[in-house]
């Protein structure tokens, strides 16, 4: 039962143009959402994350967009950088931001 | 600042075996979480701690899975009899309070290979 899904496994994306990673969830419960980065042998970072209650969050070059109504989020990165060549893991939750559920990642590479 | 530490950083044992892992979290950090990543997958989560209050075991795939906190500190995950499904990166993770104000800094991670 997945609650969170990344149906892409990997994206490849031209340095400076745009990445857009995407997430569906099937819980109507959750109520937080986030997005990490990994790079290989390290563990997860923090990048960006929205509340139910927003449905866009900017932060520099990352925007998350939130759309309830068809249980769909979205990371867009631009310009794209080769250091963004990482794995991307959303999560969602269902407490607040506690116990947090990850979809299966999506390998992004920036080609420089 | 120092980040959330675990150890061993690879384990390799034999089926049957016991096997123990551990994390110290970021200093301060009462919430305190453990995640493991099979090949493939994405991040499952297995026990989460919380302060005082009685952990969130919900997550341990089986009984042989156990974890304990002490001092509201350094966390060890014990798995007992492995079995091959183990093998799995785990991942453990400690956040100031738990909430939405305070994301989850995670670890690197303890590669386990049962053979």
């Known amino acids: 039962d997945q609650q969170v899904k990344q149906n892409s496994p990997s994206l490849s994306v031209q340095e400076g143009r745009i990445s857009i990673l995407n997430c569906d969830y099937t819980?109507?419960?959750?109520?937080?959402f986030l997005w990490y980065k990994k790079y290989p042998a390290e563990g997860p970072t923090f990048l960006i994350s929205?509340?139910?209650?927003?449905d866009k969050n900017e932060d520099g070059r990352f925007t998350v967009f939130l759309n309830k109504s068809a249980k769909h989020l979205s990371l867009h990165i631009v310009p794209s950088q080769p250091g963004d060549s990482a794995v991307y893991f959303c999560?969602?939750?269902?407490?607040?931001?506690?116990?947090?559920?990850f979809g299966a990642g999506t390998i992004l590479r920036v080609k420089s | 600042g120092a980040g959330v530490s675990q150890s061993p950083s690879n384990k390799v044992t034999e089926k049957g075996k016991d096997v123990e892992l551990r994390c110290d979290p970021i200093s301060g950090h009462t919430a305190l979480y453990w995640y493991r990543q099979s090949l493939g997958q994405g991040l499952e989560f297995l026990i989460y701690f919380q302060g005082n209050s009685a952990p969130d075991k919900s997550g341990l795939p089986s009984d042989r899975f156990s974890a304990e906190r002490t001092g509201g500190s350094v966390s060890t995950l014990t798995i007992q009899r492995t079995q091959q499904e183990d093998s799995a990166v785990y991942l453990c993770?400690?956040?100031?309070?738990?909430?939405?104000?305070?994301?989850?800094?995670f670890g690197n991670g303890t590669r386990l290979t049962v053979t």
């Open positions: 929205i509340s139910s209650i927003k």
């Open positions: 999560a969602a939750s269902a407490e607040y931001g506690n116990k947090l559920v």
């Open positions: 819980n109507s419960m959750f109520d937080y």
């Open positions: 993770a400690s956040s100031l309070g738990g909430g939405t104000n305070s994301p989850l800094h």
